[in-house]
Each structure stands twice: as C-alpha cells, then as structure tokens.
C-alpha cells in the first residue's frame, strides 16, 4: 500500500518518490491471473512518466489510463473518456 496516488501536482518536494512509486504501481499485475486492477490518483504522474503523448485532449480530467503490466515495465492501451452528461431542464 502506498500513498503515492494522493501525491499530483503538489508533491513536488518528493517527486522523484511519486514517479518511481507510479512506475511500480503500473509494472505491478494484478494478484490472479485473469483479473483486472483498477487504482484511482491523478494524471500528472502519468504525463511525466509517459510525456506529452497523454498531455491535453488525450488524457482529460476524469479520464482513466488503460495499462497492460510487461516485464520490466507496461503498455498503454489506451484512455477511456467519461461520457458528456447532457442535462435537461425538466428533469
């Protein structure tokens, strides 16, 4: 368990923690063979881990990174975007 998660723009005194703590937490498969994980933080860490390619449209607020563990490392398969809510006046 890390807290490293909680840690985005803010943690600029222990950066180098956060991104190495990212890092981990990317490589790291999930227990059993055949699950998923799913861990929720901020996106700051994963455009300094995977540069300007996630920066802006690509990585919005409230999206998710789609990784895939590799040996040594990870793969990014993609971000999922939120769906627009469109609000309605007689709801």
């Known amino acids: 368990m890390t ?4 840690a985005g723009d803010y943690a600029f005194a222990r950066l180098d923690w956060v991104l190495a703590e990212h890092r981990g937490l990317f490589a790291t498969p999930p227990r059993r063979a055949g699950d998923n994980a799913v861990r929720a933080g901020h996106r700051t860490p994963g455009f300094r881990i995977m540069g300007q390619a996630l920066a802006g449209r690509a990585f919005p607020e409230g999206a998710a ?3 895939r563990p590799e040996l040594g490392g990870f793969a990014v398969f993609g971000v999922l975007e939120p769906v ?5 006046d007689n709801c």
């Open 3 to 6: 807290d490293a998660p909680l």
């Open 65 to 67: 990174l789609v990784l």
């Open 84 to 88: 627009p809510v469109v609000l309605r």
